[in-house]
Nanobody, 126 residues
Framework: QVQLVESGGGLVQAGGSLRLSCSAS????????MGWFRQAPGKEREFVAA????????YYTDSVKGRFTISRDNAKNTVVLQMNSLKPEDTAVYYC???????????????????WGQGTQVTVSS
């Protein structure tokens, strides 16, 4: 049984930083893709970033490029989202997700991911 547990959310002022972690368990993730999505109140869940567990290629939505960095620690089975220069519009619940054999064309879509964490709240005050 795959389990994803997020941590690291909280309240921060605009311009500040937060580091989200996703602890993955239940199998080896070689060949999988790990993603971060977020959902603000009244909005659809949207893609933030993803990383290939094998090889480490990373992908970002345009609004976070240059501010967020996704990385993984193979030994600890952990995926980290480092968020810098946070803006009030980054406020959302952030979810970790995992999926197998996700094609590049589908990497930003929710439906390619098989497993989801419970989410962690990130609030950025202005």
């Amino acid at each position: 049984q795959v389990q994803l547990v997020e941590s690291g959310g909280g309240l921060v002022q605009a311009g500040g930083s937060l580091r989200l972690s996703c602890s993955a368990s239940g199998r080896t993730f070689s060949g999988w893709t790990m993603g971060w999505f977020r959902q603000a109140p009244g909005k659809e869940r949207e893609f933030v970033a993803a990383i290939r567990w094998s090889g480490g290629s990373s992908y970002y939505t345009d609004s976070v490029k240059g501010r967020f960095t996704i990385s993984r620690d193979n030994a600890k089975n952990t995926v980290v989202l480092q968020m810098n220069s946070l803006k009030p519009e980054d406020t959302a619940v952030y979810y970790c997700a995992a999926g197998r054999n996700i094609l590049l064309v589908a990497i930003q879509g929710r439906h390619g991911y098989d497993y989801w964490g419970q989410g962690t709240q990130v609030t950025v005050s202005s």
